[in-house]
């Protein structure tokens, strides 16, 4: 490869990641708003959610071909090829962050069907933590940062366990009050999507470690 293909074939690079970082801002986007019309009980704002949803749908598809090309027409060696891959695997874990949102969203649409007043426990700190999670991977992904992404796995564990504890007290809920059976389960819903959002940010600090190293583990298992 020459210096001036080299070069260009870092300028297409720089782009892809770019183009990584933006759809991983929209997804972040999706679960943050997400919870937050949870609370409010903003039917509208959770149908946008929804609505937004296709828009990283098709973001996520621009970016593959974009890896697809890249991967065809520069052929690229080992390190670089690495890269390209785990580009590949992180916006599909982005898109799916993205549609947990969309799913809290479309939880927000069902539990304003019920007026009681709801009690959200720890969902806004678990919801705090995921995101929290996400904003490292992402971190670890523009910077290459292994520490990070090393922190990222390892904070895990710390959102298993709140999703867990959550679970249980909204479970003593509903057996001690039948009415909370209804909203009950949508708040374990909830939790189930935001706990997922974590284990998408331990995949994504996964790719870093191995477009870096080349380094194929779970490391949070």
């Known amino acids: 490869m020459t210096a001036s293909v080299r070069m260009q074939f870092e300028k297409h690079l720089g782009q892809l990641n770019e183009d990584v970082l933006q759809l991983g801002s929209q997804a972040r986007q999706a679960v943050a708003r997400a919870v937050e019309v949870l609370i409010a009980g903003d039917v509208e704002a959770a149908r946008q959610v929804i609505v937004d949803d296709e828009a990283i749908n098709r973001r996520r598809f621009e970016i593959e071909r974009e890896c697809y090309a890249l991967l065809v027409t520069e052929q690229p060696m080992a390190g670089d090829m690495r890269v390209i891959v785990a580009a590949l695997i992180v916006v599909t874990d982005l898109e799916r962050i993205a549609d947990h949102g969309k799913k809290i969203a479309k939880i927000c649409l069902r539990m304003m069907q019920d007026l009681r007043p709801i009690p959200f426990g720890d969902i806004p700190r678990l919801s705090q933590m995921a995101l929290a999670m996400m904003d490292r991977a992402l971190r670890a992904y523009a910077t290459r940062d292994l520490v990070e992404a090393d922190a990222v796995c390892k904070a895990d564990d710390q959102v298993d366990a709140l999703y867990k504890q959550t679970f249980n007290v909204v479970l003593s809920r509903m057996l001690e009050d039948p ?41 949070n298992v």
Do not use: F
């Not at 331990?202 to 477009?211: A, D, H, K, P, Q």
């Open 179 to 219: 009415r909370m059976i209804g909203p009950g389960t949508q708040l374990i819903q909830v939790a189930h999507e935001l706990e997922r959002v974590a284990d998408r940010a331990t995949n994504i600090g996964e790719r870093v470690i191995y477009s870096v190293t080349g380094e194929l583990a779970e490391l």
